[in-house]
């Protein structure tokens, strides 16, 4: 299957449970992965996370499949912007 037609197929569902097992090394029923289905499945974590989601972390791929390292400084302005929904005041609550 090549990277397009993979990242069409792949819903949120789909990344979040591959991500798990990767994570875990284990599928959802708890078999162990074998050494090319961790590669594999890496591989497409991976490819959904460059070229679909804004990922915050500090060490991503890129859409151009190059690695982006954030600095520390820049990983840490990051970590202390505050990001507001909505304000209220006294009277509103």
Known sequence: MNPEMLLKSM????????????????????????DGQRESTMQAVMLYQAKVLKSDQHMTVGADGEIVQKSRQQFKQELNETNTIARFTQNDI
């Open 11 to 34: 819903t949120p569902e789909v990344y979040q449970r591959l991500l798990q097992t990767v994570e875990t090394g284990k599928w959802l029923d708890g078999k162990p992965l074998t």
